[in-house]
């Protein structure tokens, strides 16, 4: 029998939400230190949605309280929340090729 799978933090948004609800069906991750790294991946997507939408409203340069073009800081947000993404998506190691059955790769 299979067990409940968790259901996704409250905190996260959309975006975060389908990623964690897509994740633990089709790997079903129920550890808690899976789940911690999911959660860490989920809010950087979060994180990477709001930081692009800012972008998009705003530019990726704006004035400064001179007048001058500098880089939107919404820019750096979004490029350190694709590697937070990244990086607990890689940590999580998953199995993404499709040649071996769902789940994270056993030990040697």
Known sequence: ????LPKPPAHLQKPGADLWK?????YEIVDS???ALLTTACECLDRMRQA???IKKHGALIK????????????????DSRNGYLQSLKALQLDVAGD???GRPQGS
């Open 22 to 26: 897509i994740i633990v069906a089709d």
């Open 64 to 79: 400064d309280r001179y007048g001058c073009l500098k880089s939107n800081p919404a820019c750096v947000l979004e490029r």
């Open 52 to 54: 692009q939408a800012a």
């Open 1 to 4: 029998m299979r067990r409940a």
């Open 100 to 102: 071996k059955l769902p």
């Open 33 to 35: 230190g899976g789940l």
